[in-house]
Nanobody, 121 residues
Framework: QVQLVESGGGLVQAGGSLRLSCAAS????????MGWFRQAPGNEREFVAT????????EYADSVKGRLTISRDNAKNTVYLQMTSLKPEDTAVYSC??????????????WGQGTQVTVSS
């Protein structure tokens, strides 16, 4: 089992920045690629970003490219999502996940509870 706990969400004005963190515990962190997904009210969960086990590969949803950056610190068992130039449409609950590299939620075995990000206009 892997336990994932997100933090760093909050309320920010459009154009602002936030950094989300996801701390992992349980099985070895480096066994898993990590992903960030988000879900806005009334919408399906959508892929945001993924990072390989070593951190050498990343992939992003087109809607966030150039604004959001995923990274990981394997020594700290933590994955990050640096969010800049935030837009109101980025408002959602953001969840991290551990599993296999890729954009499909079905590739991930473990999920955190999520952290709310609200971007005001």
């Amino acid at each position: 089992q892997v336990q994932l706990v997100e933090s760093g969400g909050g309320l920010v004005q459009a154009g602002g920045s936030l950094r989300l963190s996801c701390a992992a515990s349980g099985r070895p962190f480096t066994k898993y690629a990590m992903g960030w997904f988000r879900q806005a009210p009334g919408n399906e969960r959508e892929f945001v970003a993924t990072i390989s086990r070593s951190g050498g590969l990343t992939e992003y949803a087109d809607s966030v490219k150039g604004r959001l950056t995923i990274s990981r610190d394997n020594a700290k068992n933590t994955v990050y999502l640096q969010m800049t130039s935030l837009k109101p449409e980025d408002t959602a609950v953001y969840s991290c996940a551990a599993g296999s590299y890729g954009s499909s939620s079905g590739r991930y075995d473990y999920w955190g509870q999520g952290t709310q990000v609200t971007v005001s206009s």
